[in-house]
């Protein structure tokens, strides 16, 4: 039998310990994501999650573990693909993918990359100081010149197409216009939260346009209730006004004489002698 360290026994442990401690538990991609940038994440999520990476075997482990404390988790296996890492929370499923989403960063291009997006110089100045920049940029397809004593950028341009691979000297010369075409960060692949896996096509979503989805829903409601006369808490005192409203409309349109409506019948009848004495004269 193959021997087995001892520090991975410790590893799986921890690991099971951290998929069963907290309501919701997730699986990250920390892959490409350069060491400064990764500490200013894990920075940025301090204090409302536990970030742990590990080799996605002793993952594969851990999970089995905890599947016997929490059924259903063992199905996050099957999101654990390229270097990963274990998120653990309180926080709601949705809330932790929008934060997570706040974490991205833009970076330079290092050449190689697949361009998510048309990448664009736009016209203008540019920093350089007239020189052989103005050749270098032409040469990865810039349409650089000098004007005023200026190095500018004649036209808009897209100088890498979505889907493309982004050149190595293309790169370079994104970096030096402080262009950064490539957005790191974490990519939360799935969460585990009470026997339920969700994926990001379920967790990603317009907080806003939710929250005025729901609110437009709750007016709608609350208008077809008084429409229907649906007696609830929160109907109860319009649907009494609106009744004593039409009450009183109809004593006023029928001449029934009460105290509230004696004043405003007195002056009814008040304009209409008068109108009728200007017809009659």
């Not at 442990?13 to 060491?35: H, M, N, Q, R, Y």
């Not at 809330?95 to 190689?112: E, N």
């Not at 907080?207 to 077809?224: C, H, P, T, W, Y």
Request: aromatic fraction near 6%; proline fraction near 5%; avoid cysteine.
């Amino acid at each position: 039998m193959a021997h087995v360290a001892e520090w991975k026994y410790g590893e799986v442990k921890k690991l099971t310990d951290l998929f069963t401690s907290k309501k919701v538990v997730g699986i990250i991609e920390i892959g490409g994501i350069p060491a400064p940038q990764m500490q200013q994440m894990r920075s940025n999520l301090h204090g409302t999650t536990n970030i742990r990476s590990a080799k996605n075997s002793l993952l594969f482990r851990a999970l089995d573990e905890a599947e016997k404390r929490a059924k259903g988790i063992s199905g996050l296996k099957e999101l654990i693909t390229g270097q990963t890492a274990v998120i653990a929370t309180d926080m709601n499923p949705f809330k932790l993918f929008s934060q997570i989403k706040t974490t991205r960063t833009m970076a330079p291009a290092r050449g190689g990359e697949t361009a998510a997006y048309d990448i664009m110089v736009r016209a203008g100045n540019t920093p350089f100081k007239p020189g052989p920049v103005v050749g270098e940029l032409q040469k990865v397809g810039i349409p650089a010149a000098i004007q005023e004593g200026k190095v500018v950028i004649k036209n808009d341009k897209v100088i890498v197409p979505k889907g493309e691979k982004i050149p190595k000297d293309v790169a370079q010369m994104l970096t030096r216009l402080e262009i950064y075409p490539v957005e790191i960060g974490m990519t939360l692949h799935a969460v585990f939260e009470d026997g339920s896996i969700f994926k990001p096509d379920v967790l990603d979503i317009d907080v806003d346009e939710f929250i005025g989805r729901m609110k437009q829903a709750s007016s709608n409601a609350f208008n077809l209730a008084i429409e229907s006369g649906w007696i609830n808490g929160l109907t109860i005192k319009p649907l009494l006004m609106k009744a004593h409203h039409n009450a009183f409309t109809l004593a006023l349109e029928q001449g029934i004489i009460n105290k509230e409506t004696i004043k405003h019948l007195i002056s009814k009848a008040h304009s209409n002698m008068f109108a009728l004495k200007n017809i009659t004269s």
